[in-house]
């Protein structure tokens, strides 16, 4: 794509985001008391599992492959988040009728105004799509959709409590909710989509047995695995569908709902709740520890001369190390890698086995955000205390308006306590930002950022970032500035 047409549709993308939601700070502050971060806030078996199928995909397309076979389940999708949203939205695509219901009553206000409260690439065109055909409906009634439904996907959050492990009161309330349906003594399949702790699917299972034991159900677990960003393209394309269950009458459901897919040839695995619950976390943390790793030889290659993309991109080129998830950036965070990682060592505490591994991946994170502003000192040669810094970037990467464990968060308390002026800047992040930390300077744009700034930070790998016209010394923690 032309850049004059990429940067043409990010402005569009931003003018349309701002003017739903955006209301720019005008005042410049410094040297204010960090306010404090609430990152922990409120938060049957098959013997052998197999691969059905383990070809790559043979349709490019995007588009599920619907033919005469496809059969339409009514589904309840409970949690209309970053995840729950793609797949409603991408199940209505394949032509489910899709009940997305959420404890949060703005969120449905909005969407059923049209508005998609998040911003993720095409999921507003195709959803707007699907609820004008009324295959997508949405709802605070959560107990009327489930009534009517036959699946219901479990999508609530379960962010990282203060102990470390994920709260999972959302995924309780749900099931209590769901357990009162059940009475009708109609079969359902629960699927948990959510990333749930270890043994979470069991723990379901039992707790629907004593709240309703005339219920008639089965408990699919089937993590999800797409990225923000791309999230529906990922759900529309996963390198693998994982589904973890004893009954063959639930998984015969779950592959007529996923079939579309599997016309495609992605990869179907079939396994035990458990496992299926395990390979989410190991996945996650290993992306962490691939993460982790490049960052910490980024640092080393800094101090030996060596060029850090060089040596990635020699690394990459060797197949059994592959060349994703090998860029080096400011520290990983989104709402995922730090929350499962850490859940991850909470359940191995608890069962006496220590991932060392995983703990150093979280150690050596929190030790590459904490590395930024000295490294920033070095660029200005000095104090930072009442300098102009330009923070350009705040989701925690590109295309996203998530802020979770960003490091632009711990970056600008730690700039904060350095009282440093601060004039940050993000295409779609600003509104999520200021809810968190109000009081510094947004800039209306990256220019109006850059401008009279003493240096720049550039934290998110935004596409506009790269061809600015930097007067002033970068620090470019993503590698992007066309030099
Ligand atoms: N965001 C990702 O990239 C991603 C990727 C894979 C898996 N996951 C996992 O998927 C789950 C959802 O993540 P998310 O990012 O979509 O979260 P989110 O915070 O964006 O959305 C969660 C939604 O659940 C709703 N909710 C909470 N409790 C509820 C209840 N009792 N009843 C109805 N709705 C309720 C909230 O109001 C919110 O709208 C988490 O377990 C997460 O770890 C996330």
Known sequence: MPKEKKSGMLAQIKKSFKSKFMTTKTTLSRGKKPPRI????????????????????????????????????????????????????AFAEFGHTVHCVDINQEKINLLNTGIVPIYEPELEEVLKKNKS????????????????????????????????????????????????????????????????????????????????????????????????????????????????????????????????????????????????ETIKYASNAFLAVKLAYINEIAD????????????????????????????????????????????LLKKAAEVGTPLRIVQASLDANKARKKGIVPKLKNLVAGSLSGKTIAVLGLAFKANTDDIRESAALDVIYDLLQEKAYIKAYDPLAIENMQKIIPDIYYAHSAEDALHNADAALVLTEWQEFKTLNYQIPILDTRNIVKK
């Open 38 to 89: 609430d990152s922990h806030a409120s938060p049957l078996q098959t013997d052998i599992p197999r691969i059905l199928k383990t070809h790559a995909p043979k349709n490019p397309s995007l588009a599920p492959i619907i033919d005469s076979t496809f059969h339409a389940y009514p589904i309840t999708v409970i949690g209309t988040g970053y995840v729950g949203l793609v797949m409603g939205t």
């Open 133 to 276: 055909c009324k295959r997508l409906i949405f709802s605070t009634n959560i107990e009327m959709a489930l009534k009517q439904s036959k699946v219901i996907f479990l999508a609530v959050g379960t962010p990282m409590l203060a102990d470390g492990t994920a709260d999972v009161s959302g995924i309780l309330a749900s099931v209590k909710t769901i357990a009162d349906v059940l009475r009708d003594q109609t079969y359902r399949v629960i699927c948990i989509k959510s990333t749930v702790p270890i043994g979470t699917a069991a723990a379901v299972k039992k707790m629907l047995s004593q709240l309703c034991p005339q219920g008639v159900f089965d408990i699919v677990s089937n993590p999800e695995f797409l990225r923000e960003g791309c999230a529906l393209k990922d759900f529309m394309m996963p390198d693998r569908i994982v589904l973890g269950s004893s009954s063959e009458k639930a998984l015969t459901i779950l592959k007529e709902i996923y079939q579309p897919l599997l016309q495609r040839n992605i990869p179907l695995f079939i396994t035990d709740n458990i496992t299926a």
């Open 300 to 343: 080393f290659c800094e101090k030996t001369g060596a060029n850090i993309f060089d040596v990635a991109h020699g690394m990459g080129l060797d197949s059994r190390i592959g060349n994703k998830f090998l860029t080096p950036g400011p520290g990983f965070g989104g709402s995922c890698f730090p929350k499962d990682s850490t859940a």
